[in-house]
């Protein structure tokens, strides 16, 4: 089973998608941590996010592997587990950055559809229904309103330990938004086929039983 989830940053789509994965026992794939660490280590090595020749020249550099430990998702660069690191919000503008880069979408591509070929899974990210999985048999774009997002990200960080403002984390999603939809590389819009998911008002919970709703639907597992 593939079930694809896609959206903005902030959209819960993680969190869903991991409550889902739990109770349904499959697989749950963050596949925007593995862009994050691309740009943690392209961060690490002081080149620009702007900078594309020397980004791409860092791929030969980069080991990135996926393991599965305690029913969590843990991605090692370079035999080293980055945790929450990859979670800071410049992080976050590199990752947006480099996801724009073909070569960097063209690295990654395989270690993404090799989990999908051998696990059933959930996965999220930005092209997951439309480039990674398109026959996916559920596929959900979820969205939630800017602030409704930055709210939830900045209380995120801060549980984190990260010093941040609304208005800033509003601004950079914005922002990030603006880049990943107009990307010319897998722009970040819902498939044809997906089914929009408007969660501002959700919990993660309420947002969880909404997607498991779907994937019923579909007649992927039982009613």
């Known amino acids: ?96 950055a480099v996801s724009a880069i073909p070569a960097v979408r063209a690295f990654l591509l395989d270690t993404q559809r090799d989990i999908a070929a051998k696990n059933s899974v959930i996965m999220d990210g930005r092209d997951i229904g439309t480039v990674i999985l398109p026959h996916a048999d559920v596929k959900i774009f979820m969205t939630a309103s800017d602030e409704a997002r930055a709210e939830r990200r900045t209380l995120e960080l801060k549980a984190k330990g990260m010093d941040v403002r609304f208005e800033d984390v509003l601004r950079e999603m914005r922002e990030r938004d603006d880049n990943d939809r107009n990307r010319e590389v897998a722009p970040a819009v819902a498939a044809d086929d997906a089914v929009l998911l408007d969660n501002s008002g959700m919990t993660v919970e309420e947002s969880a039983d909404a997607v498991l709703a779907l994937v019923r639907e579909k007649g992927c597992v039982p009613s």
């Open 1 to 96: 089973m593939q079930i694809a989830i896609d959206g903005p940053s902030g959209a819960g789509k993680s969190s869903v998608a991991k409550a889902v994965a739990a109770r349904l026992g499959i697989v749950y794939v963050d596949t925007g941590a593995l862009y994050r660490t691309v740009g943690y280590y392209v961060r690490s090595r002081g080149v620009s996010r702007t900078d594309t020749d020397g980004i791409v020249a860092c791929l030969p550099q980069i080991s990135i592997e996926v393991r599965y430990e305690n029913g969590a998702q843990h991605v090692y660069l370079n035999g080293e587990d980055l945790g929450d690191r990859i979670r800071e919000p410049e992080i976050s503008m590199y990752a947006s």
